[in-house]
């Protein structure tokens, strides 16, 4: 199984930035860097994908190390209704179909 | 756009009864999965259809759990007979056709609790 390495829990302000930290040292060239999101009581959200570039959309950016063996989820300004639990998977690439969930980060919001 | 629809979204039942599960993918996605959810076990993937075809259900726990995909805007996961280890939160996911990296889309899941 994919493994990957997050912090149980991080905790935030509201309105200020959130990076949210993912280890991944056994990824392969073809496995992409997946970030889904879960609130409570839903199921989980997509968020953001990558490969090996930088990605920015509506709801965040990843930014991916160099050796791709980590990346980092940016929320640039978290709002009450980013707390949810943070999920990074990588796969997904080629024939790789399975997406496997680890426990993810916790993210407390702050008013 | 109307996304992966699930059905019933809360389910209560006694042990020993069967329960399906019912699940719509979002229109014109060719794979679909099943993935359960647990405080204890996370979320774990049961079974995996593409083109209405099981590919992998190696994560099925045991023969009292099947799946079907009779055609592509529908499955089910059946339990028979359902035990209480069996309350969990079930998701249905889909996959778009040709998309980049295998990104799914879930459902809002469908909430069992057998007693």
């Known amino acids: ?111 | 756009d109307a996304g992966v629809i699930q059905s019933p979204r809360h389910e209560v039942t006694e042990m020993g009864q069967e329960v399906t599960l019912r699940c719509k993918p979002i229109s014109g996605h060719n794979s679909l999965f099943w993935y359960r959810q647990t405080m204890m076990r996370g979320l774990e993937l049961l079974i995996y259809f593409n083109n209405n075809v099981p590919i992998d259900d190696s994560g099925m726990p045991e023969d009292r759990f099947s799946a079907k995909m009779p055609n592509a805007s529908f499955s089910t996961l059946k339990i028979q007979p359902s035990e209480p280890r069996d309350s969990a939160v079930y998701f249905c996911a889909s996959r778009p056709t040709g998309g980049t990296g295998n990104t799914i889309y879930f459902g809002e899941g469908s909430w069992l609790t057998v007693v």
Request: aromatic share 8%; glycine share 8%.
């Open chain 1, 1 to 111: 199984d994919a493994k990957t390495t997050q912090p149980n829990s991080m905790e935030s302000n509201e309105e200020e930035p959130v990076h949210l930290p993912c280890n991944h040292s056994t990824i392969s060239g073809t496995d992409y860097i997946h970030w889904y999101r879960q609130l409570p009581s839903q199921g989980p959200e997509y968020v953001i994908h990558g490969l090996t570039s930088n990605v920015n959309n509506r709801m965040a950016s990843l930014a991916i190390a160099e050796d791709r063996k980590s990346s980092t989820l940016i929320l640039h300004r978290a709002t009450l209704r980013d707390a949810a639990v943070y999920y990074c998977i990588f796969g997904g690439g080629g024939s790789n179909y399975k997406l496997t969930f680890g426990k993810g980060t916790l993210l407390t919001v702050n008013p």
